[in-house]
């Protein structure tokens, strides 16, 4: 079997889209595209109090292959230990502890994380308590219930596990800027006309033109 590409996610602080927006309630949360819904890395959570409506569980696993799917194209993403916590330090930070949705698919009211940890010790840690599997480095989160609806969900087995969104950054667009280029290097070798080209902008329109059609030629077998 053909061992699939891995890539690593991480947060670009200077993009302010980067981060984690939301913690999801779910059964059977969806895949999208950049934007990380995590069924693979749901983890299930368990009720601390069930009169106070408290539950845990781990929002985010760090060194964890996670299959995705891009068309015809298989491959795993991951997080390295110090995204997940700065994922876990910019969530709160950003004061999006009240955002939480049901199913990745609409926002609710009255569903709130309270306590936010990062694993030290995984035999030491609260989780273990609660049968949590927890590894060194993973995120741990408490959520207090207070929506009636929803914590009649939680008790009849609707939502089952806990799972972030948000979006990340991944080095495919780096790798993309070096074929890029490669490719005009090799456009420049042709070319006759003594110009100073730095970009497709400063290019003839031809040379422009071959220059994407090549890229996009790369594009489509790397997606393949």
Do not use: C
Not at 12 to 30: C, K, M, N, T, Y
């Amino acid at each position: 079997m053909e061992e699939l590409d891995i890539i690593e996610l991480f947060i670009d602080e200077s993009r302010e889209e980067d981060g984690i927006d939301a913690i999801s309630l779910v059964e059977f949360p969806a895949i999208e595209e950049n934007f990380v819904a995590l069924s693979k890395h749901k983890v299930e959570f368990k009720t601390v109090d069930s009169e106070k409506r408290i539950i845990v569980g781990l929002a985010l696993v760090p060194n964890k292959l996670i299959y995705r799917r891009r068309g015809d194209y298989e491959y795993n993403i991951t997080f390295s230990t110090e995204t997940v916590r700065k994922a876990s330090e910019l969530y709160l930070k950003r004061l999006k502890n009240n955002n939480t949705t049901l199913e990745h698919a609409e926002f609710t009211g009255g569903v709130s994380v309270i306590e936010s940890w990062i694993v030290e010790d995984p035999e030491k840690d609260k989780t273990a308590l609660y049968g949590l599997n927890a590894v060194e480095g993973a995120w741990a989160v408490t959520m207090k219930i207070d929506n009636d609806e929803v914590w009649e969900d939680v008790k009849q087995g609707k939502y089952l596990g806990l799972s972030i969104e948000g979006m990340f950054s991944d080095n495919v667009e780096d790798i993309e800027e070096v074929e890029a280029s490669s490719v005009l290097e090799e456009i420049k070798k042709l070319l006759t006309e003594d110009v100073e080209l730095k970009s497709y902008s400063d290019y003839p329109q031809g040379a422009t033109n071959n220059a994407k059609r090549a890229l996009g030629n790369k594009q489509t077998k790397k997606d393949r």
